[in-house]
């Protein structure tokens, strides 16, 4: 009877993969040293990788290779032949973020199974339902989801709910982060990301230039780790099928321990669960503890502000400390070893050291006892009364590595053997789905002195320590007064098993695609980008009336508009003023299911006939209106774009993380093609309302009336912004301004330049505008100048149009 969910467990390495394994994965997910989403992690090459399917495979452990980064288009000939050889190795799915990735793959290889990693930010049940349109099998859900939204989901959709149940978590919505790449070049879509969450931040008012210090630490943006131990049938319940552990980064220690805990928690479903000695197994791994927003945790119950490293857990109180000699004495409320690591938390940055030596009453120890004080070495100052956590079980870490460390898996076999006089040795070995016939070309011999037993074949067939499996049912046909030497039923037995891993580790039969040269064919698109053919056209983006109105004064032709709830009044004032362009609504990517459906009546009663989309679900939510395609879609390769031109999107805007090289590479066409040239760019989209829990007040505080940021450790200020149902985006530092290089642009084949205004001033928005009208005609004057020049005071970026992403 197949198994109602699936335990599902990180391998960042290929002890961790033995880690989880041993201790009751069901599946594991892991990266090759490409195209995943944990660049740092060890990761698996080719040969480790078909170890690693094989290892699984035997014992009955599917294995998902992850490919969830976005994919450059000088990358894709290796890719293909990645996809192939994952392919032909018997991998069970591949994880993927790339759209472009998607499609080649569903075309391509139209049985391979495809999840849809939590990379492609899946928000709203439309999510998961267009993806399951394109034939994907599963979808892993962004962990902004509730549990309420999951029970629709499961309701609405066929495809398979993956959730994250334990782990770090990402405050942003994953695959929506540009802070790491917009800072220093390490881009989280591509595996980089240098964790710019858990850094410190003061929250800002730019208006009154005041910092609002937080009483609970200086992390801002680190959340705390995610744990739903004790919400294990809810999850089930409500229609989750894998259950997802995150950690590719993590020890093989962690890997045990996780993978451990939540198989005992599954097994005890519907009993009593030991829940203090459970969470206490796994806090020597965490930031302290959150049910996330699966379970509508918020504010400082998500969030780890005092420190965003491992917190380990209580061990007890300060009682003196001896600076000369640098010498800690505690009272201990658990058990301490020598080797275990320990940490005092403190607002102004936590302070820790290993324990070299132990002493209890003078004595040098290996181990003290609940109960005991205690002496340690420990070179920082601390307090009386001051709490210290063990972050390190040396005897813990000792207890999970064996674990791992011989065969726990038992998979059940039965045996049966023919031993006939004067007749070849006939045995046979099934698991329930494979069987293996094996005819050994042994006669046995004539008893002389002792007879072969039914007991000696028990013996002898039954020794399967050391394997992964069990035998739990032997049927002997022996004929009596013969003999047999032990060894060959020993040769017997090994035989059989090995012939048995070879039926369970070759699970699938597949020939290569590459080798009959299936691609994806379709008509280049691309026009003669010399930068004379169309010129540039500007396009403008604007979150409220006033901008509105001063973009309106200026006689444009295309306006985004970026809020919903008063599009109707930004249309009676184009009315008004006798606006002759298109006012373009955007439709924000985290809109709820109830939201969409509202929008969408209400655009539609305004004869609205275009929107701008930033989520998957969109595409066939809007199908009927003329769609264009925002920078959040991720689309930075020519699979990606044409997936868009082929479903007849007016325009699409590509990543502001591809540089000039890599738009030159693309096959684009000019008349269809778009850009963010000038602007703050959000780069981080959190459903974490910073503002509220630093001031501790509720939702909807409307505290973001104010212009609010995030003030970093080198002076950079990142504007926040308050979208729907307190959704905030956080932009960076410094704007980006591209209008210098618009000829360049407009030859790799960028059609549409986007002004994206955030907080500027009707009188600022009109000196922005003209500058980059007249700059394109070659007719700057010297207001124009020394608009660009405050501009370039200021502070801006290229982004990355030189440098590119790592």
Excluded at 56 to 75: A, D, P, Q, S, Y
Excluded at 196 to 210: A, G, H, T
Excluded at 342 to 361: A, D, F, H, M, T
Excluded at 725 to 749: F, H, P, Q, R
Aim: with cysteine.
């Amino acid at each position: 009877m197949d198994k109602k969910y699936e335990l599902l467990a990180p391998a960042g390495s290929f002890e961790s993969l033995k880690a989880a394994v041993q201790n009751g994965a069901d599946a594991v997910y892991l990266g090759g040293k490409n195209f995943g989403a944990r660049k740092f992690a060890q990761n698996f090459d080719n040969s480790q990788l078909i170890q690693a399917i094989e290892y699984c495979h035997i014992r009955g452990v599917k294995v998902f290779v992850t490919l969830n980064t976005l994919v450059l288009n000088n990358e894709f000939d290796k890719l293909k032949e990645y996809i192939d050889f994952l392919y032909t190795s018997g991998v069970d799915a591949l994880i993927v973020q790339d759209i472009g990735v998607l499609t080649y793959v569903r075309e391509i290889y139209p049985d391979f199974k495809i999840h849809c990693s939590t990379q492609m930010s899946v928000q709203t049940v439309e999510d998961i339902k267009y993806l399951e349109s394109l034939g994907v099998s599963r979808v892993v859900l962004g962990r902004e989801m509730t549990i309420e939204d999951i029970k629709r989901a499961k309701r609405e959709t066929g495809v398979e709910l993956e959730v994250f149940i334990h782990g770090a978590l990402c405050i942003s919505i994953s695959g929506q982060c540009l802070m790491s790449s917009f800072i220093g070049g390490r881009s989280g879509n591509r595996g980089s990301c240098a964790q710019p969450c858990r850094q410190k931040y003061i929250l800002y008012n730019v208006d009154k230039n005041e910092k609002y210090p937080s009483a609970k630490g200086d992390y801002l943006l680190s959340p705390k780790d995610l744990w739903t131990i004790e919400e294990m049938q809810k999850i089930i319940d409500a229609g989750v099928y894998s259950l997802k552990i995150e950690g590719r980064m993590k020890s093989p220690e962690y890997v045990a321990a996780t993978v451990r805990v939540y198989n005992k928690v599954l097994r005890q479903i519907g009993g009593d669960l030991d829940l203090e000695n459970l969470e206490k197994e796994l806090k020597v791994f965490n930031r302290g503890f959150t049910k996330g927003h699966l379970f509508g945790e918020t504010g400082s119950k998500l969030m780890s502000m005092l420190s965003p490293g491992n917190q380990g857990y209580y061990l007890g109180k300060v009682v003196k400390y001896d600076r000369k000699r640098e010498k800690l004495t505690l009272f201990l409320e658990e058990d301490l070893n020598q080797n275990d690591e320990l940490q005092i938390p403190r607002k102004e940055g936590s302070v820790g050291g290993r324990v070299e030596k132990l002493e209890l009453e003078g004595k040098v120890v290996k181990n003290c006892s609940k109960g005991q004080v205690c002496t340690v070495n420990f070179k920082h100052y601390c307090k009386p009364g001051e709490l210290v956590f063990k972050t390190y079980d040396e005897k813990r870490m000792k207890e999970l590595r064996e674990t791992f460390a011989n065969e726990n898996v038992e998979i059940p076999v039965s045996i049966e053997i023919s031993i006939k006089k004067d007749r070849e040795i006939i045995s046979m070995i099934t698991d329930g789905n494979h069987t293996v016939e094996f005819s050994t070309g042994i006669i046995p011999e004539p008893a002389i002195n002792k007879e072969l037993t039914e007991e000696d074949i028990q013996k002898g067939l039954g020794k399967t320590g050391g394997t992964p499996y069990k035998l739990v049912n032997l049927k002997v046909d022996l004929d009596p007064c013969l003999s047999l030497p032990m060894k060959e039923i020993n040769g017997i037995r090994r035989e059989l098993l090995e012939r048995l891993s070879e039926k369970r580790k070759n699970k699938y039969q597949r020939e290569s695609k590459l080798k009959l040269g299936l691609t994806l064919n379709r008509e280049k698109t691309k026009k003669e980008n010399d930068g004379k053919n169309g010129g540039l056209k500007l396009t403008f983006s604007i979150n409220n009336l006033e901008g509105l109105k001063a973009l309106i004064e200026m006689g444009v032709d295309a306006l985004y508009y970026r809020d919903l709830e008063t599009l109707g009044k930004g249309i009676a004032l184009g009315k008004e003023l006798g606006f002759k362009g298109k006012i373009i609504p955007e439709i924000f990517k985290t809109v709820t299911d109830k939201e969409l459906k509202k929008y969408k009546a209400m655009i539609k009663a305004l004869d609205l006939d275009t929107v701008l989309i930033q989520s998957y679900g969109h595409i066939s939510f809007f199908e009927e209106f003329n769609l264009i395609a925002d920078f959040t879609l991720n689309i930075v390769n020519d699979y990606s774009y044409n997936f868009y031109l082929d479903n007849n999107f007016n325009r699409i805007t590509l990543s502001p993380e591809l540089n000039l090289t890599g738009i030159s590479k693309m096959d684009l066409d000019r008349n269809k093609t778009e850009i963010l040239g000038y602007g703050y760019i959000p780069v981080m989209t959190t459903k974490h309302c910073v503002i509220s829990t630093v001031l501790e007040k509720g939702k909807n505080c409307q505290m973001c009336r104010e212009r609010m940021g995030l003030l970093d450790k080198i002076g950079e200020i990142f504007p926040i912004e308050k979208k729907y149902n307190c959704i905030t985006e956080i932009y960076n530092s410094k704007k980006i301004l591209l209008i210098e290089d618009w000829k360049k642009l407009v030859k790799a084949g960028i059609g549409y330049f986007r002004l994206n205004f955030l907080d500027e001033s009707p009188r600022e928005i009109k000196k922005i505008v003209l500058l980059h009208q007249r700059f394109i005609k070659g007719q700057m004057e010297e207001e124009d100048i020394s608009t660009l020049q405050k501009l370039k005071k200021a502070g801006f970026t290229k982004g990355h149009l030189n440098r590119g992403i790592e």
